[in-house]
């Protein structure tokens, strides 16, 4: 073989080789690495904030056994090993039920699509799917107990359950967070001492005094109560509220000029945030657009009061109005400040920590939202109606892991309606721009050109 | 004009493809089981079959002139039962086939049933245990073999029309 033979084939010898070695260590950094990226529109190839978080407190060994229908491994092994990756104490194992039958005996199973939770000799048994209600069942282990959570009742408030006006969703949403719902009367009796969370749903009539009385002492004692409020008159509950510094309007806030598709016409945006905010700025659940409340009225912070830390965090758009005569409002009339309306940006969320800390640090917690439908069934998944409503439940009860800090006397932050929901204006701009002025626009393009032509020939 | 006859030549094999295939036929019941058979023998190679559940027992003898029930020919009702019996076990394949450690878990050890298809080779006997979680399957277990089977459900119907008014022995 010539020289110059012999060295192409050196060559040739050597570029393969070193082709195989960078293969080979590109093989080994992929091995080693791991990142993903999610490009799917709606993330479900990665899990949430919420069981991020919640997997980054596992500090021991913490084992999920999941009891699958045959040929539904995959589905289940790709959420487990998702959650091993945040979190290398997570151990999973995936049997089949049908194979397996003594050992989902001894656990209890006797269900397909079930996960055993195992930490620290606690278990929890829930759904293998979704990824929430696994993530509930790894909060309820590592809290060592279930949270109760208590709808108050007798006012006409919204039930827990059962239809678009209820508060199904939202309970659900609660329940895999390791909560467990009832609802219960405050007239006869105190909230039960190992009551995590009180929500007040949209009372249609006002509570009594040794009702706010009964709060006030659960408040006291540092527990967490969220009051979801429509419009209308509640004398009690408003001055049991101004006692803590939170004024309730007696008013209707609309924002005509931002009436969004879907909805009646009266609902107010939501979209002034106050920055560093743990309920909007959650480090689990970041509130990424703004939040439409159907009905609302203004709640605001009055003189502050001794004891008591409040702040209001969420504004409407400037272009609101707070209507002072609840019943215009309501059939769509104009606001005037004639008729006493005040334009401009209404307050209508607050946020407070009341009382003394406890020896453990803990205050009582509260939030007032003015509306109650915005974290119903019809509305919840309305923009980021569904991050609201949980981020102040999270808040009031005190889940460090999915809250953060709070930050005080920081700038608002604006969050824009989400490009997916139009406002009528953009809705009536979308069209012209569509049907009138693209047609218009080919339509005197080929005008122009038939002219040019016709002129040369 | 050569690739517009190609194309148009393309596009008719193409239509005439959609015209003559027909779409697999979707099968259910027990046709759609396609595991392991469970019995190697066809329907006319059984030549007897023994069915055992709980403390009822029968046995039926295949002859020439049909199937007899201890020695007597069998009335048309059973005889109809037993041939749909035979057939289902001579073509009866698995859902699930797996290794286990331990055949209680699974009602196999001892089990609560058993068929025995005696054939030309010699006899075939399947053991019948509990039904899985979703109630969708039975185990069972061939001949003393390692492996525990999932067969459909649909074999416990059958095997009630055989047996249907035949007492329970009582023990000795």
Same mark, same amino acid.
């Given at each position: 073989?010539?020289?110059?033979?012999?060295?192409?084939?050196?060559?040739?010898?050597?570029?393969? !080789?070193?082709?195989?070695?960078?293969?080979?260590?590109?093989?080994?950094?992929?091995?080693?690495?791991?990142?993903?990226?999610?490009?799917?529109?709606?993330?479900?190839?990665?899990?949430?904030?919420?069981?991020?978080?919640?997997?980054?407190?596992?500090?021991?060994?913490? /084992?999920?056994?999941? *009891?699958?229908?045959?040929?539904?491994?995959?589905?289940?092994?790709? @959420?487990?090993?998702?959650?091993?990756?945040?979190?290398?104490?997570?151990?999973?194992?995936?049997?089949?039920?049908?194979?397996?039958?003594?050992?989902?005996?001894?656990?209890?199973?006797?269900?397909?699509?079930?996960?055993?939770?195992?930490?620290?000799?606690?278990?929890?048994?829930?759904?293998?799917?979704?990824?929430?209600?696994?993530?509930?069942?790894?909060?309820?282990? @590592?809290?060592?107990?279930? /949270?109760?959570?208590?709808?108050?009742?007798?006012?006409?408030?919204?039930?827990?359950?059962?239809?678009?006006?209820?508060?199904?969703? *939202?309970?659900?949403?609660?329940?895999? %967070?390791?909560?467990?719902?009832?609802?219960?009367?405050?007239?006869?009796?105190?909230?039960?001492?190992?009551?995590?969370?009180?929500?007040?749903?949209?009372?249609?009539?006002?509570?009594?005094?040794?009702?706010?009385?009964?709060?006030?002492?659960?408040?006291?004692? !540092?527990?967490?109560?969220?009051?979801?409020?429509?419009?209308?008159?509640?004398?009690?509950?408003?001055?049991?509220?101004?006692?803590? !510094?939170?004024?309730?309007?007696?008013? *209707?806030?609309?924002?005509?000029?931002?009436?969004?598709?879907?909805?009646?016409?009266?609902?107010?945006?939501?979209?002034? *945030?106050?920055?560093?905010?743990?309920?909007?700025?959650?480090?689990?659940?970041?509130?990424?657009?703004?939040?439409?409340?159907?009905?609302?009225?203004?709640?605001?912070?009055?003189?502050?009061?001794?004891?008591?830390?409040?702040?209001?965090?969420?504004?409407?758009?400037?272009?609101?109005?707070?209507?002072?005569?609840?019943?215009?409002?309501?059939?769509?009339?104009?606001?005037? %400040?004639?008729?006493?309306?005040?334009?401009?940006?209404?307050?209508?969320?607050?946020?407070?920590?009341?009382?003394?800390?406890?020896?453990?640090?803990?205050?009582?917690?509260?939030?007032?939202?003015?509306?109650?439908?915005?974290?119903?069934?019809?509305?919840?998944?309305?923009?980021?109606?569904?991050?609201?409503?949980?981020?102040?439940?999270?808040?009031?009860?005190?889940?460090?892991?999915?809250?953060?800090? /709070?930050?005080?006397?920081?700038? %608002?932050?604006?969050?824009? @309606?989400?490009?997916?929901?139009?406002?009528?204006?953009?809705?009536?701009?979308?069209?012209?721009?569509?049907?009138?002025?693209?047609?218009?626009?080919?339509?005197?393009?080929?005008?122009?050109?038939?002219?040019?032509?016709?002129?040369?020939? | 004009?050569?690739?517009?006859?190609?194309?148009? &030549?393309?596009?008719?094999?193409?239509?005439?493809?959609?015209?003559?295939?027909?779409?697999? &036929?979707?099968?259910?019941?027990?046709?759609?089981?396609?595991?392991?058979?469970?019995?190697?023998?066809?329907?006319?190679?059984?030549?007897?079959?023994?069915?055992?559940?709980?403390?009822?027992?029968?046995? &039926?003898?295949?002859?020439?002139?049909?199937?007899?029930?201890?020695?007597?020919?069998?009335?048309?009702?059973?005889?109809?039962?037993?041939?749909?019996?035979?057939?289902?076990?001579?073509? $009866?394949?698995?859902?699930?086939?797996?290794?286990?450690?331990?055949?209680?878990?699974?009602?196999?050890?001892?089990?609560?049933?058993?068929?025995?298809?005696?054939?030309?080779?010699?006899?075939?006997?399947?053991?019948?245990?509990?039904?899985?979680?979703?109630?969708?399957?039975?185990? &069972?277990?061939?001949?003393?073999?390692?492996?525990?089977?999932?067969?459909?459900?649909?074999?416990?119907?059958?095997?009630?029309?055989? $047996?249907?008014?035949?007492?329970?022995?009582?023990?000795?």
């Amino acid at each position: 073989m010539s020289g110059r033979a012999a060295r192409g084939w050196a060559q040739l010898g050597l570029h393969v !080789g070193l082709l195989l070695l960078g293969l080979s260590l590109l093989q080994v950094a992929a091995e080693r690495a791991n990142r993903r990226i999610d490009l799917t529109r709606t993330r479900e190839l990665s899990l949430s904030g919420v069981t991020e978080q919640v997997l980054r407190e596992v500090a021991h060994p913490l /084992r999920i056994t999941v *009891f699958h229908r045959r040929g539904e491994r995959g589905q289940h092994a790709a @959420l487990l090993e998702r959650m091993r990756l945040v979190n290398p104490r997570v151990e999973y194992e995936l049997l089949d039920l049908d194979r397996y039958p003594e050992r989902a005996r001894a656990h209890g199973i006797s269900q397909y699509g079930r996960a055993v939770v195992e930490y620290e000799g606690r278990r929890a048994v829930v759904l293998a799917l979704p990824e929430e209600q696994v993530t509930g069942g790894i909060l309820r282990v @590592l809290r060592g107990r279930a /949270r109760r959570l208590v709808f108050t009742s007798g006012h006409g408030e919204r039930p827990p359950g059962g239809g678009p006006d209820t508060y199904g969703r *939202f309970t659900a949403a609660l329940e895999a %967070e390791n909560y467990l719902p009832e609802a219960t009367s405050l007239v006869d009796a105190d909230v039960p001492e190992d009551v995590d969370l009180v929500v007040v749903a949209g009372p249609k009539h006002d509570f009594l005094e040794p009702e706010t009385t009964r709060l006030a002492a659960f408040l006291r004692r !540092g527990g967490g109560l969220v009051v979801f409020l429509e419009p209308g008159r509640l004398p009690v509950l408003s001055r049991w509220l101004a006692s803590m !510094g939170i004024r309730l309007g007696d008013d *209707f806030v609309v924002d005509h000029e931002r009436s969004i598709i879907g909805t009646d016409g009266l609902a107010a945006v939501v979209e002034l *945030f106050k920055r560093g905010n743990p309920i909007s700025q959650s480090p689990g659940n970041p509130i990424e657009s703004g939040a439409v409340l159907p009905s609302a009225r203004s709640v605001e912070v009055a003189a502050p009061v001794p004891g008591v830390d409040a702040e209001s965090i969420a504004r409407t758009a400037p272009t609101a109005w707070a209507m002072a005569d609840l019943d215009r409002a309501r059939r769509g009339e104009q606001p005037t %400040e004639a008729a006493h309306d005040v334009p401009g940006g209404a307050s209508v969320m607050v946020m407070a920590e009341v009382g003394e800390p406890r020896a453990d640090g803990r205050r009582g917690r509260v939030v007032v939202v003015g509306d109650a439908d915005f974290a119903t069934d019809a509305y919840i998944d309305l923009l980021g109606n569904r991050d609201l409503a949980l981020n102040a439940t999270a808040w009031v009860s005190e889940e460090p892991a999915l809250t953060g800090e /709070r930050s005080k006397n920081v700038a %608002e932050v604006f969050r824009p @309606l989400s490009p997916l929901v139009l406002t009528e204006r953009q809705a009536r701009g979308l069209l012209l721009g569509t049907a009138v002025a693209q047609p218009g626009l080919v339509l005197a393009v080929g005008a122009v050109v038939v002219a040019i032509r016709r002129r040369r020939t | 004009m050569r690739r517009t006859v190609a194309l148009a &030549a393309l596009v008719a094999v193409g239509a005439l493809l959609v015209v003559l295939v027909e779409p697999p &036929a979707r099968r259910s019941g027990p046709d759609s089981v396609r595991g392991p058979r469970v019995f190697r023998t066809s329907v006319a190679g059984v030549r007897r079959l023994e069915v055992t559940v709980g403390g009822r027992r029968l046995v &039926a003898e295949r002859t020439h002139d049909g199937w007899r029930v201890d020695g007597v020919p069998a009335p048309s009702e059973r005889r109809d039962a037993l041939h749909d019996l035979v057939t289902l076990l001579a073509g $009866l394949r698995a859902i699930d086939a797996f290794r286990a450690s331990s055949f209680a878990a699974f009602g196999l050890d001892p089990p609560s049933a058993t068929i025995v298809l005696v054939t030309p080779r010699g006899p075939q006997r399947l053991a019948l245990g509990r039904p899985n979680t979703a109630g969708s399957a039975l185990y &069972a277990r061939r001949d003393e073999q390692a492996r525990v089977l999932q067969l459909g459900i649909y074999l416990v119907s059958a095997l009630d029309r055989v $047996l249907a008014g035949v007492p329970a022995r009582a023990a000795s």
